[in-house]
């Protein structure tokens, strides 16, 4: 009884104090996590005179399910469809900003005094960042919805994973003494195994089972059923070999393309931000004063080399993947911090006797020190930002933030070459991680299933059975690996409408599919008979004849594939059922910083009363108000006479950087893209015509409120101005979004001179 005692003591202290110091800390304006540092380091072991932690072991455990739910909410908020549409940067900027700092930090080890082994220690585990800092500093300063956000959080997801493998090969040279390439590579695989596995059976499973059951699914079971969900894939990650925050990150992707996904957010929160607490007061706990004082300028250097590092190659990553500057600033500084990755790879170092023992406390202070200043560094990047401006000459600046501009005008521009190449190398990659799951599936668990069943049988009738029943479970994802369909076969028909030659390497690519999947077919029956050089050639035969004569057989099987394209989906298609204006208008000016937001107007809004035309709202923000929604009444295209009344509901449109400064003025509470159901409104792009009626004429002259309409944003070659001045001439071949009424609308996309 006294156990269970002492656990409510210590969580009593840990909250008790952990609430008193964030209220300070948020009466000075500071950081919650400051609060939470310093409540941690108070309640520890290293300070007397204030009522301390009976159980750190407890604690520790604790904040272990604190990293759980925040890795599943960071999931929930950040799916792996989001992740794949900013892959390729998040891979480079991750990829360049562990590289660089890895070099830095062993080379300063080696400076230090430290031994070889102990600087590649310090390499690996100074090249991560905190994804819970980041995540609950963003969450406390409402930064996750700004444009380098995804970025952030992407190459945060990256470097997990870079961590995970990291730990395998630092532990694997600590007790070889040697590099294990091959086995940092059989890691790499296994992982990009599972992560594809994982997903493509929990959307399949996970939200026909949520929508299903969706009558039954109060509050109450929703929030059960989901951190079961979670728990289960935590458990699951780690029997592979996985850590728990992976596991849990996972889960959270995976709901995250579910209807309820926002739902489950909504419920998780007060557990995510109660186990958060508690695992940033156990990062405080760590801090120990008397190692802080005999190696203050260890901990200085670290420190700063950090910092400066992680701004510098994260940066330099963002540059190279055509990001541009303000991009680069802003998820350099965001990085600058060193993550829990770092002192649990310390930790392995001290534990293997690779490292010596005060080289960890000297990592937990580095990590706090960091931690601290990072609510800083990430509200200092828009200084150096117009720092940077004002060094930098203009023509640099330019061709640093050129990328960015011709990535945006071209990103609708890709060739079918490319759409086709990637649709069949995902589609590749996706079967061919099913049918090899069923493989390994089969090898361990129906080969001993059917001999324990089946004890009198001969081993040939044995395998014999498991050969058919594999190929049998294998056949629909056989089927869907070699024949095409959906955006392959669009791409082809455009390309052979193009050019009748191309006939050849589309036929290329279909045979290469085609015996990919009779390898499959080999494999599993190699792998339990001897197999002839003549009954390779009679099987290779008999399987592309199968292949492409079962399309009428194996029809079925595409409900396999269709059910997992429509959950897969299915967030997006209710978000356009419910959204059709807001929605379909995002959608045409993706790959550009332009979005619309509703913006409620507060009740004790000084604005509250005055017509828009004494509001300086374009003037000071340059965003554009473009509907006013009251009540049952809406306004389109409102004139300067018109009142802005408390509660009243602004369809803005604009950047990001200006839909934050009219947020900002208007004091409101925000419904993001709020239910904008009226048919007669639209946002559309027209592209003009040498004879448009626009063509020639400057935005003055065009009188376009007369017409119900207003210019929102202009596309003039490859300059994107989201808020064209009065005296801007429309040129043909100039691309402008016009918000207004549909009729307009359709008058001024065909109207001539």
Request: glycine share 8%.
């Amino acid at each position: 009884m006294s156990e269970e005692l002492n656990l409510v003591r210590d969580l009593a202290v840990i909250l008790v104090s952990a609430g008193v110091f964030t209220i300070i800390s948020k009466a000075l304006k500071q950081p919650l996590i400051l609060g939470y540092i310093i409540a941690g380091f108070l309640v520890g072991p290293h300070i007397s005179w204030f009522p301390g932690i009976s159980s750190e072991e407890t604690v520790h455990q604790w904040s272990e399910i604190g990293i759980i739910f925040l890795m599943f909410g960071l999931g929930l908020e950040f799916s792996f469809k989001k992740l794949l549409q900013v892959g390729s940067s998040a891979l480079v900027t991750a990829g360049s900003k562990f590289l660089g700092v890895f070099v830095i930090g062993f080379v300063v080890g080696q400076a230090m005094g430290w031994t070889a082994m102990e600087s590649v220690f310090l390499g690996g585990l100074l090249s991560m960042s905190s994804t819970m800092v980041v995540l609950k500093s963003y969450d406390d300063m409402g930064l996750k919805d700004k444009p380098w956000a995804g970025m952030v959080f992407g190459t945060l997801v990256v470097e997990d994973l870079i961590a995970i493998l990291l730990m395998v090969l630092l532990s694997t040279m600590a007790v070889s003494n040697r590099f294990a390439g091959g086995e940092m590579l059989f890691n790499l695989a296994k992982l990009a195994f599972f992560l594809i596995l994982w997903f493509l059976v929990g959307i399949y499973v996970i939200p026909t089972l949520l929508k299903r059951a969706h009558k039954y699914l109060s509050d109450e079971i929703l929030l059960v059923v989901s951190i079961g969900l979670c728990f289960g894939m935590v458990a699951l990650a780690e029997a592979v070999g996985f850590s728990s925050a992976l596991g849990a990150f996972v889960m959270g992707s995976i709901l995250a393309e579910t209807t309820e996904s926002e739902h489950i957010d909504r419920l998780v929160g007060p557990i995510k931000d109660l186990f958060g607490a508690i695992f940033f007061v156990s990062v405080g706990m760590m801090v120990a004063p008397a190692v802080i004082g005999e190696h203050w300028l260890t901990i200085l250097i670290i420190t700063l080399i950090v910092m400066l590092t992680h701004i510098l190659f994260a940066g330099a990553g963002i540059l190279m993947t055509g990001g541009g500057l303000r991009n680069a600033v802003q998820t350099g500084f965001s990085l600058a911090q060193l993550g829990e990755f770092g002192f649990i790879i310390a930790g392995v170092g001290v534990s293997l006797g690779v490292m010596r023992d005060f080289i960890y406390p000297v990592i937990i202070a580095v990590s706090v020190v960091t931690t601290f200043t990072t609510p800083y560094m990430i509200k200092l990047a828009e200084p150096a930002y117009g720092g940077l401006l004002r060094i930098l000459p203009d023509k640099w600046v330019a061709r640093l933030d050129a990328p960015e501009q011709k990535s945006r005008s071209t990103e609708a521009e890709q060739s079918e070459w490319k759409k086709l190449l990637k649709a069949y190398f995902l589609r590749i990659v996706l079967y061919g991680v099913i049918l090899l799951a069923i493989m390994i599936g089969s090898k361990e668990f129906l080969e001993p299933l059917a001999a324990r069943w089946f004890p009198a049988w001969s081993p040939f009738l044995l395998n014999l059975v498991v050969v058919i029943v594999t190929l049998l479970l294998m056949a629909p994802f056989l089927y869907g690996l070699a024949i095409s369909s959906g955006s392959i076969n669009a791409s082809a028909s455009k390309l052979l409408a193009e050019k009748p030659s191309n006939k050849w390497p589309i036929a290329g690519l279909v045979l290469n599919r085609t015996f990919l999947a009779i390898s499959f077919i080999i494999a599993v029956i190699a792998s339990h008979f001897h197999l002839a050089g003549w009954a390779v050639v009679l099987l290779i035969l008999g399987g592309a004849a199968f292949i492409l004569t079962a399309r009428r057989t194996m029809h079925r099987y595409s409900a396999l594939e269709q059910r997992f394209l429509s959950n897969l989906n299915e967030k997006e298609e209710a978000e356009r059922r419910r959204r059709p204006v807001t929605t379909s208008v995002q959608d045409k000016m993706a790959g550009y910083d332009v979005h619309l937001e509703m913006l409620e107007v507060s009740p004790d809004s000084s604005l509250a009363g005055r017509p828009l035309k004494e509001i300086p709202f374009r003037a000071e923000t340059g965003a554009n108000i473009i509907k006013i929604e009251r009540g049952s009444q809406s306004i389109t295209i409102p004139s300067g006479d018109v009142p802005v009344f408390p509660h009243d509901r602004l369809l803005a449109v604009g950047t990001t950087e200006q839909i934050g400064r009219l947020r900002t003025m208007l004091a409101e509470t925000n419904t993001r893209l709020a239910e904008v159901q009226d048919t007669e409104f639209d946002v559309v792009p027209i592209t003009l015509e040498p004879d448009s009626y626009l063509t020639g004429q400057t935005l003055r002259s065009t009188h376009m409120r007369d017409y119900h309409c207003m210019v929102i944003s202009v596309l003039h070659g490859s300059d994107f101005n989201t808020n064209p001045k009065p005296d801007y001439r429309f040129e043909a071949g100039d691309v402008v979004w016009i918000a207004g009424e549909t009729s307009s609308l359709d008058w001024l996309g065909g109207g001539k001179e």
